[in-house]
């Protein structure tokens, strides 16, 4: 009993395994022209067949998918070859225009889808089969660039024949073909804002087998030309004709005429096998080698160098100690009248300079308070009588003030009064006699 049940736990695992691995499909072959647009859509529908639904049927077209291409046996596609898929809910495009280079080469391209839901993988190889076609390439191109659309939006074959239709009818041409769709990112556009629904514009070629007709031709006039330089739209007659569908910046616009192109052509050297020349076996240095003395570089590189050091340095030393001219030749080269003058100078200096540190330094009167207020005595001066005047205070002595009063002061009983000298002071023109009776009281 046991080992049915593990056989069959073993059968449910391996059909585990092999659901997740990644499946392959059989190879889809294309037929594009060279020098025509080519677009194949990389539908989701078509892979969903290969994922298990949800357990809830309706939901398996929720299932997130997205798609990695590649050359095979390389991690990127080709030059001409370019993929776009917007969100993993919508379908990937692989579009582009090959070039003749590419007639008669089968291009495979390798094909991934991921869904995101259960992690599996569906793969299938997709054969490009580029052929040959007489119109190419066709002789007049015209590029537009169209600002209110997305590259994968242009890319849809019902807004591409809706454009080409109306350029149709305004050049009037035999044969008319999408060349290439180039989205404006690729060719240095910003991504737009995300306000007011702006897309990211996107640049379409075409060609003709006819000239240019004259509206398109509008575009070269020298008013249309100054419009543009002022960034201003230019007067073209059949813009009418697209702005119902498309809104083309007519001063983008690039008309070519490939039969007037002067053609260059480069030289290029020719593709080898990607093999290395045989050079024969690799021979390493022998063995036994001779040693080698390095004294006389040590010398050449230390040695020369110091010699000239030593030598600059005896040069230096002697012209500043053995060459100098000294005091005594300054002076006998100097003018005895310039030589007193400054002598003169000097000791008048030192002399200063020796006075000013014996000099008394005293605090100055208006650092002390004029009278006691207490006992009304005047402060004498700190100086005696006998000072030089010339080192006295700015501020004077209250004996040689004006506007004095004098009052009487009282003393122990016994005694008689004497009379104390306060200065009137005014306060606004209004003599202050606050003081002087408050004395008087005490």
């Not at 690799?282 to 010398?299: I, Q, V, W």
Request: with cysteine.
């Amino acid at each position: 009993m046991r080992s049915t049940m593990s056989a069959a736990a073993a059968v449910a695992w391996l059909g585990t395994v092999v659901t997740i691995l990644s499946r392959s499909h059989a190879d889809r072959n294309v037929y594009p022209s060279a020098g025509v647009l080519f677009v194949h859509v990389l539908e989701r529908e078509y892979f969903k067949g290969e994922f298990p639904p949800y357990p809830k049927s309706g939901d398996a077209s929720n299932d997130p998918i997205t798609f990695n291409t590649n050359l095979m046996g390389y991690p990127d596609r080709p030059g001409w070859l370019r993929y776009i898929q917007r969100t993993p809910l919508s379908d990937g495009v692989l579009y582009g225009s090959p070039t003749a280079e590419h007639v008669g080469k089968p291009t495979v391209i390798e094909i991934t889808a991921y869904n995101r839901r259960t992690f599996e993988t569906a793969r299938h190889n997709l054969v490009i089969n580029i052929m040959a076609t007489e119109e190419f390439p066709l002789p007049y191109q015209a590029e537009f660039y169209i600002k209110n659309m997305n590259v994968e939006e242009m890319l849809a074959s019902e807004v591409l024949g809706d454009f080409l239709g109306a350029v149709k009818n305004v050049w009037q041409p035999e044969r008319l073909n999408a060349i290439n769709i180039t989205s404006a990112l690729d060719r240095g556009g910003r991504v737009p804002l995300p306000i007011n629904n702006l897309k990211e514009g996107v640049y379409v070629m075409v060609g003709a087998d006819v000239p240019f007709s004259s509206c398109l031709r509008e575009v070269e006039s020298p008013h249309n030309q100054l419009r543009c330089s002022q960034e201003m739209e230019p007067a073209i007659s059949c813009d009418k004709k697209f702005r119902a569908q498309f809104h083309i910046d007519w001063c983008k616009i690039s008309l070519v005429d490939i039969n007037k192109v002067v053609p260059v052509y480069i030289t290029r050297p020719d593709p080898g096998t990607g093999i290395l020349p045989d050079f024969g076996e690799y021979k390493p240095p022998s063995e036994f080698l001779k040693s080698r003395d390095y004294f006389s570089d040590f010398l050449v590189t230390l040695g020369v160098p110091s010699a000239v050091a030593v030598v600059l340095f005896f040069i230096l030393g002697y012209t500043m100690c053995f060459r100098r001219e000294g005091v005594e030749k300054r002076n006998m080269q100097t003018p005895d009248i310039q030589l007193v003058h400054h002598s003169s100078i000097q000791k008048s200096s030192k002399e200063l300079r020796s006075m000013s540190k014996n000099r008394e330094i005293s605090w100055p009167l208006s650092t002390l308070p004029v009278f006691n207020p207490v006992s009304g005595e005047v402060v004498p001066p700190i100086h005696p009588d006998n000072y030089e005047t010339t080192s006295m205070p700015l501020m004077q002595t209250q004996a040689n003030l004006q506007n004095q009063i004098t009052i009487p002061q009282q003393r122990p009983s016994g005694d008689n009064y004497v009379m104390s000298t306060f200065r009137r002071l005014e306060v606004n023109g209004i003599p202050e006699e606050r003081k002087v009776a408050e004395a008087l009281n005490l």
